[in-house]
Every structure is written in structure tokens, then in C-alpha cells.
């Protein structure tokens, strides 16, 4: 090496040294400080365009700001993640993501026995300082708005509920909508479908109940499905109602737009969980991290999806109105995660 050679290799080493001490104005540095490994295991496909996708996307798009490592570890499955757990926190990852409520319980058993940093769905029990965040989906607001845009588009005052179980998000979701469409048609009828249980990709037993409430007269779905949606969006549109007309679908978490190719798709109830893991990654930070994380309507974490162009502005008036009830505190939409409680608000509201 010549003499101006090593004195070039030296000024750089000592540019390099001084850019880590002093950031370069207008360059921003990680947010952390410092960059953050983060896992997301999933039970389905990244690319389902609803639950599963929706995690992931979020964590991606936090990807460049916060200079994330990201491992998506998809199609695990609603058994035993245990060794998936494990093989994550081997890899030193900040954060292990566990998406589905299914893995509530094992993710804070190799989170303790590890020593990894998890945040699971729906388990507030599992919270542990330093060790386990939890994420509970307060979507019944939403969800209401959702009921009360079924309320004004409906046609026969007839409106129908398809899930794929019944799980805390579904069931406050299902609670919210009823309320909502109570709110703006109180003499309609709601019909309700539970395909099985944990039945979130049975596509064809969605198609079938869907195509049962519209026998009946629904002219609009609200689906709650993961890949049970496809089923459901499937069954919308190929039949007509019964006037003739077309059946509006409202889907939950994604945005299917894409493929609604008969334009039956009136809005979806979106879940952003972007918002709430940056709130995580800043806990990891400043060393706060095991707590519980809520997604709602007042930070906008779960909203509304773009309505079809051919909604009324009426309702979508309507539908802003609500919001900013909702908001405001003016209107109070009832928290009910259990089935036993969803089953006699939905008898109180609609008792025919």
C-alpha cells in the first residue's frame, strides 16, 4: 500500500468516525437510536390480503424509518409455535411479533424461557414488564360506522353477519355493527352466521352461509373471514338480491378493492397496526416495553375503507357524523368480546 493510499484509507476511517458522533444535518438517524431486528409469525399466507397480510404490510412499511431487520415467518399454522418461538429468539431478534390469537399463550411460555421480547393478540393476562406487549383490537367503533353505512344503503331493511368464529375482535365487531345499523334502522333485520369454529380459511362453507342470508333477503354482508372472506365476496357476487339488485359486501382488517371485479365491495373495516408497533418500538427504546396496546377509532388505527364511488354522499355524511360521535364521546359503542353477550345485544336490537 503507497504512502497516499494508507493516508486516504486513514482520512476516511476518521470521516466515518466523526459522521457517527456528529449526524450529518437533514439525515435522519434511526428513531431508536440504533437499528431493531423484528419477527412476525403468521398463521396464513403474507399474502391473503386480509389478517395476515395486514400484519405484515404494517411492519414493512415501518421497515425504512426505523431500519428494521424483518423475518416473516408465514403459514405456521394455529398449532404448537413453540419451536418457531424459539428459533427467532436464537436470532436475537428486539421483537417477536405473534400474530393470531391462537398463539396467545405459547409465545409468553418461550418469551419467559428465552428471554425474548413478544407481543401477542388479545391476552392482557400474558403482560409482563420488560417481556410481553399485548394487542387488543377495539374495532366495535368501526364497526359501527360500518352499520350505519348498511343501515343507509340496505334496501329490503334486511342485513346479514358471516363469521368465521367467534373470537373477541369478531365478536366486538359484530356488536358494534348492530349497534350502528340499530342507530339509523331500528326496524331492519339482522341476520347472523357462524361458519364453525376457527373456520377463518374455510372459503366454501362462507360461500355457503352467505348465499343462505341471501336467500333470505340480505342485501348486505358484513364478513368476518380472513381467507373465509374470499368465500363470502365470492358468494355476493354471483348472486342477486331478491329485488334484483346487487348485495353489498363489507369486509374487516384488508383491502380487496383489487379483486372486486363486480364492484360489490361497499367498504372495509381496515386495522393499521402500524401505529401500535411504532409505539412498541419506542418502548423497546426507552425500556418500557410490556404493556397492552389498544388499535381503535380515536388514534385511527382501525377505520373505514374508501367507500365504493357509487355511495351517496348522504351516507357517507352520515357515516362522518358518527365518527365524530364516536370521538367525542357523544355516542358510546358497547365493548362485548364474548359470544354469550354479542348473542343478547343482537336479540335486545333486533328481537324479530
Not at 8 to 36: M, R, Y
Not at 172 to 194: C, I, T
Not at 253 to 269: F, M, Q
Request: charged share 20%; proline share 4%; aromatic share 6%.
Amino acid at each position: 500500500m503507497t504512502r497516499t493510499t494508507l493516508s486516504l484509507v486513514l482520512t476516511g476511517l476518521i470521516i466515518t468516525g466523526l459522521l457517527a458522533t456528529f449526524p450529518i444535518p437533514g439525515v435522519a438517524a434511526p428513531p431508536c437510536g440504533k437499528p431493531l431486528k423484528v419477527a412476525i409469525i403468521l398463521p396464513a399466507s403474507r399474502t391473503d390480503q386480509g389478517w395476515n397480510q395486514q400484519g405484515a404490510d404494517s411492519l414493512l412499511s415501518l421497515q425504512k424509518k426505523w431500519e428494521l431487520t424483518v423475518e416473516i415467518a408465514e403459514n405456521q399454522g394455529y398449532g404448537d409455535i413453540k419451536p418457531v418461538v424459539r428459533d427467532l429468539a436464537g436470532k436475537k431478534f428486539d421483537l417477536i411479533i405473534a400474530h393470531a390469537s391462537g398463539y396467545q399463550t405459547a409465545a409468553p411460555e418461550v418469551a419467559a424461557e428465552k428471554n425474548v421480547r413478544v407481543a401477542t393478540i388479545e391476552n392482557i393476562k400474558a403482560v409482563k414488564p420488560g417481556l410481553v406487549s399485548d394487542i387488543d383490537t377495539e374495532a366495535q367503533g368501526a364497526a359501527y360506522l360500518a352499520g350505519v353505512a348498511a343501515g343507509k344503503m340496505t334496501r329490503k331493511g334486511i342485513v346479514g353477519i358471516v363469521v368465521s368464529g367467534e373470537p373477541p375482535t369478531w365478536n366486538r365487531m359484530s356488536a358494534g355493527f348492530a349497534e350502528g345499523l340499530h342507530s339509523v334502522k331500528p326496524d331492519a333485520k339482522l341476520l347472523y352466521n357462524v361458519i364453525g369454529q376457527a373456520a377463518y380459511e374455510d372459503a366454501a362453507g362462507a360461500k355457503q352461509n352467505t348465499e343462505a342470508q341471501i336467500a333470505a333477503g340480505a342485501d348486505v354482508i358484513f364478513g368476518q373471514g380472513d381467507g373465509a372472506s374470499f368465500g363470502m365476496m365470492n358468494a355476493c357476487a354471483a348472486t342477486k338480491a331478491k329485488d334484483g339488485g346487487k348485495v353489498w359486501f363489507i369486509d374487516v382488517i384488508g383491502n380487496k378493492r383489487s379483486i372486486d371485479k363486480a364492484g360489490i365491495l361497499l367498504t372495509s373495516v381496515l386495522f393499521d397496526y402500524a401505529i401500535i408497533y411504532e409505539e412498541m418500538f419506542k418502548s423497546i427504546c426507552n425500556n418500557t416495553f410490556g404493556k397492552e396496546y389498544v388499535l381503535s377509532v380515536a388514534n385511527n388505527s382501525v377505520r373505514l375503507m374508501d367507500f365504493h364511488s357509487s355511495v351517496p354522499k348522504a351516507v357517507k355524511d352520515a357515516v362522518e357524523s358518527a365518527r365524530k360521535d364516536i370521538i367525542s364521546g357523544k355516542v358510546k359503542v358497547s365493548n362485548v368480546p364474548n359470544a354469550a353477550d354479542l348473542k343478547a345485544l343482537r336479540t335486545k336490537l333486533f328481537p324479530k
